[in-house]
């Protein structure tokens, strides 16, 4: 299978291309998604499944510059899945957590693919709406949902992701508030592209897959865990979401259920375990 994967240099995208055995990358500025002109490459390249992982992904940003958030997280995979249906080419396209929103019982209960979607903020919107035109445009298509992405990618990059931006934080010696009432699962995006390469091997019916890291922790126990493994003394102040103030609402807890990937022997490792290996790998990067 030739697999083009759009959004190659991002995190997901430069870890899929390190697992896939026949990989195209597809990025700016050589390739820019908004641009259909340029989705010729995509036939005369013979590929036979496209992961669509370009996105607008800065959440609170997102609720001011809604133009630039739909135009990637909804109409471009609308347009791809279509492009991939016409052209019989499977279509993966990655959404996410916060398609939800408030959990419905007390105590909450891990999100399944069937539970019912409330996104709070734009990007969860644009999201949720990309996913609806996917599944209606293209046959072959699967939506990924998953959570709290962090990769090698996003060392060098000045927006990264929460794990850099925590040790960034530890370099300048201040006290590091983090909010311990939002409740995830944090995933490596090694482990996902390991789990989506075995998706594209098996191919189990097209739809909605879920899929995280193992289990869940608060972003304070994820921010004390990676504190402790990288052996760095931080003053680390539990905070909440309401002092925290960001421009976006966010879902008090948003754990995904692995259960119908796991069904097809497809299972990511714990959180604490992935985030171990990164830690480790990192060094190496
Ligand atoms: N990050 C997270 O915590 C989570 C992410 N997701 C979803 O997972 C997917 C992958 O996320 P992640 O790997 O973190 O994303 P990244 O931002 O790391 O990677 C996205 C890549 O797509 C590129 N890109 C942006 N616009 C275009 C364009 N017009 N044409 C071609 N390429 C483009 C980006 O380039 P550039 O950087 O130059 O703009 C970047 O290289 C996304 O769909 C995201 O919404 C889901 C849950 C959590
Ligand atoms: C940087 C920082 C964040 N936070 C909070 C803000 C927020 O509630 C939570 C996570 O913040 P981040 O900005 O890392 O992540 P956020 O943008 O909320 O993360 C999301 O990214 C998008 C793309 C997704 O799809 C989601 O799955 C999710 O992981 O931590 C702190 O409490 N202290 C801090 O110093």
Redesign the pocket.
Same mark, same amino acid.
């Given at each position: 299978m030739k697999v083009g994967v +759009?959004?190659?240099?991002?995190?997901?995208?430069?870890d899929l291309l390190k697992i896939l055995a026949d990989s195209i990358p597809?990025?700016?500025p050589e390739?820019?998604?908004? +641009?259909p002109s340029s989705w010729p490459e995509i036939t005369a390249r013979g590929i036979d499944v496209l992961i669509?992982?370009?996105?607008?992904?800065e959440v609170d940003q997102a609720e001011i510059d809604m133009d630039s958030c739909f135009n990637?997280?909804t109409f471009?995979p609308a347009r791809l899945a279509n492009f991939c249906d016409i052209n019989k080419i499977i279509f993966i396209?990655?959404?996410?957590?916060?398609v939800f929103g408030f959990p419905p019982t007390v105590p909450p209960l891990p999100f399944s693919e069937e539970s019912e979607t409330n996104p709070l903020s734009v990007?969860g919107v644009s999201?949720r709406a990309g996913e609806i035109l996917t599944l209606n445009r293209c046959k072959q298509s699967y939506v990924i949902?998953?959570?709290?992405?962090?990769?090698y990618?996003?060392i060098a990059?000045p927006?990264s992701?929460?794990v850099e931006t925590m040790l960034r934080l530890a370099q300048k010696g201040n006290p590091i508030s983090v909010v311990s009432d939002q409740i995830v699962s944090p995933?490596p995006?090694y482990d996902l592209a390991l789990a989506i390469n075995k998706l594209i091997e098996q191919l189990p019916p097209f739809g909605v897959y879920h899929l995280t890291a193992d289990g869940f922790c608060s972003w304070y126990d994820f921010a004390k865990k990676i504190f402790d493994l990288a052996g760095l003394s931080v003053i680390l102040k539990s905070t909440t979401m309401s002092a925290f103030n960001s421009k976006a609402r966010r879902s008090p807890y948003t754990v995904l259920s692995n259960e119908k990937a796991r069904r097809y022997g497809i299972q990511l490792p714990p959180w604490e375990v992935g985030l171990a290996a990164y830690l480790t790998n990192r060094k190496m990067e």
């Open positions: +759009i959004g190659s240099r991002g995190q997901l995208g430069s597809l990025d700016k390739f820019d998604v908004l +641009i669509n992982t370009s996105a607008y992904n990637l997280n471009s396209t990655i959404s996410t957590d916060y990007y999201k949902r998953t959570c709290g992405l962090y990769g990618a996003s990059r927006r992701s929460f995933t995006t």
